[in-house]
């Protein structure tokens, strides 16, 4: 009793004394350097949607910061979209590097997540991440993608275009003007010309095409008679044959005879053996005379169509690298291996059902100096054309290296240059980074690189597996599923932070999404 008495009062002490405790503590706590309470203060002010208050252009680039959890959409003139994001969590996180829009799906459900809604999906690797609308609680809390509010992923669904860069950085990050003597300067000269020299050569391709295709069916006729003789001569030889063993027959039976009534009977027998293998000869002299010119003219119609069809690869590799003149150079520059790539939208439907082909003809070693020396990943982006050339911008996601220092380290081969740099457009671009190419990048995609030094959770869990041809029920992403891949040598691939070099796949139809 005594105890419970104590314990009592004790309590009513406790209560009363609690306001003023609370109060010392949070007084405490505010004078702590490092507190949570200072934590909260020095939280960012909560991100808005905002739309720049001018006059705006279609969008060039999108910027995602992870740490600020916001994207913004640029055009030539600076940022014109601006909106919260919820990126990854813990374990699950949105890789930062560079990527680009590769397929664009209206109404996109989950295949993982009991047919959840992931409208206006933009997807920007084929593993699985993509940018889209969803749930935004104020804080990272997808599976590996970037969420955007609802209304505002269906705006920008129909500005945004396939190749469209997409940068994923760790940090705030925005584009700057820069200049620089690497940077590449078109020649008029050469742009003037560019449309005109791809309507040329693409009116000679397709006559290139339509007289390959008569030729090859002229040789394909032709190539049927020349089987068809053929076996006409085999069968005169075969009855050529028969008529001289059945000579050589009534020969031996001619010399057998004993009587002159048996005489007089193989000597008529000989006489049909000899004028049948007679006339069996005459018909294959006659055959075979008549065949050379036909075969002849077989293999003249057949040498016809492998130089029609030489011809057309020819013209039609020119007037595709014409073509693509005039559409806005990608170029990636790696340190890690020392290599140059150049992507170019083909805009052709991949053959296996989703995305766009993406031309990827010139890869090229490079020259970097002090090779050892980080350079960091920058990207520089031609936002417009300017009278003398084109005006540029550079991001710097990971700065190792500033911008200009690592384009001065750098020597682009002259013939690259010479292939790519007169007839730059608005919207190319140069990457330059530490980074290889992920595995991630192949014939659908513009480059994909993720910064190996921030975590790739929600990256690097989507893995190939050893099966191909179905769906990814891992789990992975927001139940944006996957691709079972395999290398080109048919092994399967993994995926590891680093690799020494860019290894091109091609994912499974995705039908089944």
């Known amino acids: 009793m005594v105890t ?142 970037v969420r955007m509010p609802y209304g505002f992923a269906e705006k920008l669904f129909d500005r945004t275009w396939i190749g469209m860069r997409v940068i994923i950085a760790p940090n705030d990050a925005a584009p700057v003007e820069f200049s620089h003597p ?53 069968k005169l030889e075969q009855a050529k044959a028969r008529s001289e063993a059945e000579l050589k027959l009534a020969d031996r039976k001619l010399a057998a005879a004993t009587t002159d009534q048996a005489r007089a009977q193989a000597d008529d027998a000989r006489q049909k053996a000899a004028t049948k293998a007679a006339d069996a000869a005459a018909q294959l002299d006659a055959a075979k005379s008549d065949a050379v010119a036909k075969l002849a003219t077989a293999a003249t119609t057949k040498d016809a169509a492998k130089a029609a069809a030489g011809k057309k690869s020819e013209i039609a590799k020119a007037a595709e690298e014409a073509k693509l003149a005039t559409e806005p150079v990608s170029v990636y520059i790696s340190r890690s291996t020392q290599m140059l790539y150049v992507r170019r939208n083909t805009h052709k439907p991949a053959r296996d059902g989703g995305g766009e082909v993406f031309d990827t003809s010139i890869e090229s070693p490079v020259t970097i100096r002090d090779p050892d020396r980080p350079l960091g990943t920058h990207i520089f982006t031609a936002v417009a054309q300017t009278g003398t050339g084109l005006r540029w911008t550079a991001v710097t996601i990971d700065d190792s290296d500033d911008a200009k220092d690592a384009l001065d380290r750098i020597t682009i081969p002259k013939d690259v240059l010479a292939r790519i740099a007169p007839t730059a457009v608005p919207r190319s671009s140069i990457i330059v980074s530490d980074e290889p190419l992920s595995s991630e990048t192949n014939y659908r995609t513009e480059f994909v690189a993720v910064l190996s030094n921030q975590p790739q959770g929600g990256f690097i869990t989507r893995r190939p597996t050893t099966n191909v041809d179905v769906a990814s029920e891992d789990g992975s992403d927001d139940g944006f599923g996957n691709f079972f891949q395999r290398s080109w040598d048919g092994q399967p691939l993994a995926q590891p932070r680093r690799r020494s070099g860019p290894t091109y796949y091609r994912p499974v139809q995705p039908g089944w999404w």
């Open 182 to 234: 690497a940077l590449f300067v078109p020649n008029a000269e050469a742009m003037a010309a560019a449309p005109s020299r791809a309507a040329t050569l693409g009116r000679e391709a397709e006559d290139a095409a339509k007289a390959a295709g008569e030729t090859k069916t002229a040789a394909a006729e032709a190539e049927r008679e020349a089987k068809s003789l053929k076996a006409s001569l085999r």
């Open 4 to 145: 419970r008495s104590t314990a009592a009062q004790t309590s009513a002490a406790m209560r009363r004394w609690q306001p003023a405790l609370m109060t010392l503590a949070t007084l405490v706590a505010l004078a702590l350097p490092g507190s949570a309470a200072d934590a909260r203060q020095a939280r960012p002010a909560p991100v808005t949607e905002a739309t720049a208050p001018r006059p705006h252009g279609d969008p060039i680039m999108a910027i995602v910061s992870i740490k600020t959890q916001k994207v913004t959409f640029y055009d030539a003139e600076g940022w014109i979209w601006r909106a919260p994001v919820s990126t990854g969590v813990s374990g699950r996180e949105t890789p930062a590097g560079v990527f680009a829009i590769i397929e664009k799906d209206k109404d996109h459900h989950s295949t993982l997540y009991d047919d959840a809604w992931m409208p206006n999906m933009q997807r920007i690797t084929w593993n699985g991440v993509a940018l889209h609308g969803g749930p935004l609680p104020g804080y990272a809390a997808s599976h590996g993608c």
